[in-house]
């Protein structure tokens, strides 16, 4: 639990100082490289998979303001916003120079995902549990996001526990994803497709971790919100920030598909009180290693690569 916690403590220094300890590129010149995502194999009857959930906005509720932006996403990557998965937006392997060329600027430029990518590429979700082979990315959680919560009353609240309630029985992911090399897309791979990390503690930052089983209609689960500087407390006007993420029960099937509202318990000298979220209501959906091949780009297709020949530095992911 601690790493988790020191690794969002790393994560939210990058996002608010915005540097780094290293660089993509060994040109200063250069454009950072994202962290490159799984390529989705769709079934015969579809185009794509699990689309991400959507952004939220800004909202009220008892005396806190809580803004999540991107709410939670699978997999979730607090260090290389945006989460989740770009996906071939068809069913093939081969593409024209045109519009390879079209994906390398989509994903060389950190796209977003409230921008439009290329007609071949779309956003889906999907995480896993078990690592990947080729996959190198140890921040990345298979679901998760942060949420920021501003007391806006005037009396201290603290928040001891976070938890979701489902809202309707999970199902199986029955869908497979082609991870690309990425490194492969450029004719002259760049020699380093990792960017260094780095940070510093804050007691501004908090962690939960959320244990999903086979969860039935209306079951509500809660967790506690963890931090080495104690209870979470909020005084007036201050601000936190709680990273969530998303794990599966021993026994549990490793590919589920959750429907959530996350719920907030919060303690004042009024009592106990627990807040639905019905703003943050996401899909939450978990991926099978087995469901992901990777792909590298021979010309102007992308070929399978050999599982046995892949090692956890390549950048498939």
């Known amino acids: 639990m601690v790493t988790k916690i020191l690794r969002r403590i790393c994560a939210l220094f990058l996002l608010f100082q915005l540097t780094s300890c290293g660089n993509v590129s060994s040109s200063a010149n250069s454009v950072p490289l994202p962290t490159p995502r799984a390529i989705l194999s769709p079934l015969p009857d579809t185009s794509a998979g699990p689309p991400l959930n959507k952004p939220v906005s800004p909202f009220d509720i008892a005396g806190l303001h809580i803004q999540a932006d991107g709410g939670f996403q699978c997999p979730n990557d607090p260090l290389y916003p945006p989460t989740g998965n770009i996906v071939l937006a068809e069913n093939r392997l081969t593409y024209t120079q045109q519009e390879i060329t079209q994906m390398i600027s989509y994903v060389a430029g950190t796209p977003k995902q409230n921008t439009l990518p290329p007609p071949t590429l779309r956003w889906v979700a999907g995480g896993s549990i078990t690592p990947i ?128 509202v996350p719920e907030l318990t919060i303690d004042t000298i009024s009592g106990k009180e627990v807040l639905s979220l019905p703003q943050l209501a996401s899909k939450l959906v978990f991926a099978s290693s087995q469901q992901f091949s990777c792909y590298k780009l021979q010309g102007t297709t992308f070929v399978l690569e050999d599982p046995s020949t892949l090692t956890y530095l390549l950048s498939c992911q």
């Open 133 to 260: 082979p080729g996959e190198y990315d140890t921040a990345t959680v298979p679901c998760g996001g942060w949420i920021d919560v501003t007391n806006t009353g005037n009396i201290s609240v603290q928040i001891p526990q976070i938890g979701v309630q489902f809202t309707k029985s999970p199902i199986q992911n029955p869908y497979s994803y082609r991870l690309i090399n990425f490194c492969s897309l450029w004719s002259s791979p760049e020699p380093n497709c990792l960017a260094g990390k780095g940070g510093n503690p804050t007691c501004n930052i908090y962690s939960a971790t959320i244990e999903l089983g086979m969860g039935r209609t209306g079951l509500a689960l809660a967790t506690p919100v963890n931090n080495p500087c104690g209870m979470l407390t909020l005084k007036p006007t201050a601000l936190v920030r709680i990273f969530v993420d998303f794990t599966l029960s021993p026994g549990t099937s490793d590919n589920p598909i959750y429907s959530v």
